[in-house]
């Protein structure tokens, strides 16, 4: 492998992320209708409730990863996951009434109500029309704070106050008529995860927002109204590729249904990262971190890796696997991992061996085109020809370079590449 190889499959990766991510248009779109939706529902009366409604969003589309969906093989809408929590005591309500009051305000809307799709299980789904060929869902989940002794239960595991203090109840549709609460933290793990990129989000926010800001004057008046938001870091790219590459590998396979979620490649990857400048470098660092972890499904053979890396994946003594969601370790993201002989286990660990084949180990092919091939398969030819435009050297540059000739980057030469 050359370096200007590996350079220039750096600024493939690059590009492909920003193909899988949400344009800067359709992002402000997006936050101009969830805008409308939570003060059109703050606005609304509710009994008990003293004090302002908090509105806010959750999931891919707060922390910077979302990848436009697969469904049966296609593109489909984004979600938006819009969180709704009601000052209320989770004592002086259910999650029944609470869940019921959130829709029927959303009915007194005329368009909303037009809109509005079939109870879920834990939210109200706004189907919007496409525009551009492009449609979003927006998910709005109806909760209260968590009880004092819930969070207080948080604290004495080690969760930190002001984290275990942004802990929420959240309505859950059991069956029909049959309501529970479930306890989560958007907010918290929000703030965990801003906190594992922020010293790398601070070296490349400007250029990013420069950068975005020249190819977005229609959208932003100065470089000052580019949110930050739509600033990336490798963390967050890496992300992106790897949800991505995980809905095309299982796409149609016999172990689709327990493929990895997203929620787990995100913890993963977040904890794997060491803050590396480049999206090659942090995909490699967590596919062979995590890779080491395969050993587990041997519960018989002693662990011979680093034991640090149990604390991203463990399995105890009965065979149960562990991944613990950062901000509440009562909650386990792998906690079906052990049904079903390890399937689910056994689905994850084959799709970290695709993706050190299809990602990392790849540019040992050292043949622009066998790489190309490999990421179309991937991705899609025509994500892979928008990604790799421009970016590939020529078959004589890099013949030149495996003969030791230096290349020079003519548009940039202080940088190998740049975004």
Same mark, same amino acid.
């Given at each position: 492998?050359?370096?200007?190889? $590996? ?9 492909? !992320? ?11 779109? !997006? ?30 589309? $707060?922390?910077?990863?979302?990848? $436009? ?64 060929? /492009?449609? &979003? ?68 926010? +400007?250029?990013?927002?420069?950068? +975005?800001?020249?190819?977005?004057? !229609? ?41 990895? /979620? ?40 002693? &662990? ?28 386990? &993201?792998?906690? $079906? ?24 180990? /790849? ?35 890099? !013949?030149?370079?495996?003969?030791? +000739?230096?290349?020079?980057? +003519? ?9």
């Amino acid at each position: 492998m050359t370096v200007e190889l $590996r350079q220039n499959y750096n600024k493939v990766l690059e590009n492909l !992320a920003v193909e899988l991510d949400i344009s800067p248009s359709k992002y402000q779109q !997006a936050v101009q209708r969830y805008t409308s939706v939570g003060n059109w529902i703050a606005d609304g009366e509710y009994d008990g409730v003293q004090g302002e409604l908090h509105i806010y969003t959750q999931g891919s589309f $707060r922390l910077g990863t979302v990848v $436009r969906p697969l469904k049966e093989g296609a593109e489909s809408d984004y979600d938006i996951d819009l969180v709704c929590e009601i000052p209320l005591k989770k004592s002086s309500t259910t999650p029944a009434s609470l869940k019921k009051s959130i829709g029927e305000r959303i009915k007194e809307n005329a368009m909303y109500q037009k809109m509005l799709d079939k109870e879920k299980k834990r939210c109200w789904t706004l189907n919007y029309a496409e525009q551009d060929g /492009i449609g &979003f869902h927006l998910d709005i989940l109806p909760s209260v704070p968590e009880s004092v002794d819930l969070i207080a239960d948080l604290i004495g595991h080690g969760i930190p106050g002001d984290i275990a203090k942004k802990s929420i109840s959240i309505t859950n549709r059991e069956r029909e008529n049959v309501y529970s609460w479930s306890s989560s933290n958007p907010n918290g793990y929000a703030e965990w995860f801003e906190t594992i990129k922020r010293p790398v989000f601070e070296k490349m926010k +400007i250029v990013q927002k420069q950068y +975005i800001f020249e190819n977005n004057k !229609a959208i932003f008046n100065q470089i000052d109204e580019v949110p930050d938001q739509l600033v990336k870091t490798p963390l967050q790219r890496a992300i992106q590729i790897l949800k991505r590459h995980r809905d095309v590998r299982f796409a149609g396979h016999e172990w689709e249904a327990d493929k990895p /979620i997203s929620m787990i490649i995100t913890t993963l990857s977040a904890r794997a990262y060491q803050h590396e400048m480049d999206l090659y470098s942090t995909i490699k660092n967590i596919v062979e971190k995590l890779s080491t972890l395969e050993q587990l499904l041997n519960p018989g053979i002693k &662990f011979s890796g680093d034991i640090s890396m149990l604390q991203l994946i463990n399995r105890n003594k009965d065979g149960y696997w562990i991944i613990p969601n950062p901000v509440n370790p009562a909650e386990n &993201f792998a906690d $079906r991992w052990h049904e079903k002989g390890n399937r689910k286990a056994k689905a994850f660990f084959q799709w970290i061996t695709w993706v050190k084949e299809d990602l990392v180990d /790849i540019l040992q092919l050292s043949d622009v085109g066998k790489i190309t091939k490999t990421l179309e398969q991937r991705f899609g030819e025509r994500i892979v020809s928008k990604a790799t435009q421009g970016v590939w050297l020529s078959m004589s540059e890099i !013949a030149a370079a495996n003969a030791g +000739i230096p290349h020079i980057d +003519i548009d940039n030469p202080s940088k190998p590449w740049s975004y």
